[in-house]
């Protein structure tokens, strides 16, 4: 079992930053790979990034290549997502999960996920 738990959203301005943190419960944290997906109002829940259970690998959606960066600490039992540049469109709900299937992007394939932080970016 893995719990895990945002922080860090809040309200930004259009071309701010902001630093989301996912802490995870377990001693089993390295075992995961670790994704973001965040989702706005009236949309499907939607990939983000993911890191490999090392860190090594990652992988992004192109809407946000070039802007966030996804990173892990598994000592702290962490995953962060710096997001640069905001836009409103990514303006959402942001949630972080786990999965045992290594650098996937559909939500089906992750196992255990946040409650989510709110990420709004005013223009």
Same mark, same amino acid.
């Given at each position: 079992? +893995?719990?895990? /738990?945002?922080?860090? &959203? #809040?309200?930004?301005?259009?071309?701010g =930053?902001?630093r989301?943190?996912?802490?995870? *419960?377990g001693?089993?944290?390295?075992?995961?790979?670790?994704?973001?997906?965040?989702q706005?109002?009236?949309?499907?829940?939607?990939f +983000?990034?993911? /890191?490999?259970?090392? &860190? #090594?690998?990652?992988?992004?959606?192109? =809407?946000?290549?070039?802007?966030?960066?996804? *990173?892990?600490?598994?000592?702290?039992?962490?995953?962060?997502?710096?997001?640069?540049?905001?836009?409103?469109?990514?303006?959402?709900?942001?949630?972080c999960?786990?999965?045992?299937? #290594?650098?996937?992007?559909?939500?089906?394939?992750?196992?255990?996920?946040?409650?989510?932080?709110?990420?709004?970016?005013?223009?």
């Amino acid at each position: 079992q +893995v719990q895990l /738990v945002e922080s860090g &959203g #809040g309200l930004v301005q259009a071309g701010g =930053s902001l630093r989301l943190s996912c802490a995870a *419960s377990g001693r089993t944290f390295d075992s995961y790979a670790m994704g973001w997906f965040r989702q706005a109002p009236g949309k499907e829940r939607e990939f +983000v990034a993911v /890191v490999s259970r090392i &860190g #090594g690998s990652t992988r992004y959606a192109d =809407s946000v290549k070039g802007r966030f960066t996804i *990173s892990r600490d598994n000592a702290k039992n962490t995953v962060y997502l710096q997001m640069n540049s905001l836009k409103p469109e990514d303006t959402a709900v942001y949630y972080c999960a786990a999965t045992l299937s #290594g650098l996937v992007t559909t939500t089906t394939r992750y196992e255990y996920w946040g409650q989510g932080t709110q990420v709004t970016v005013s223009s």
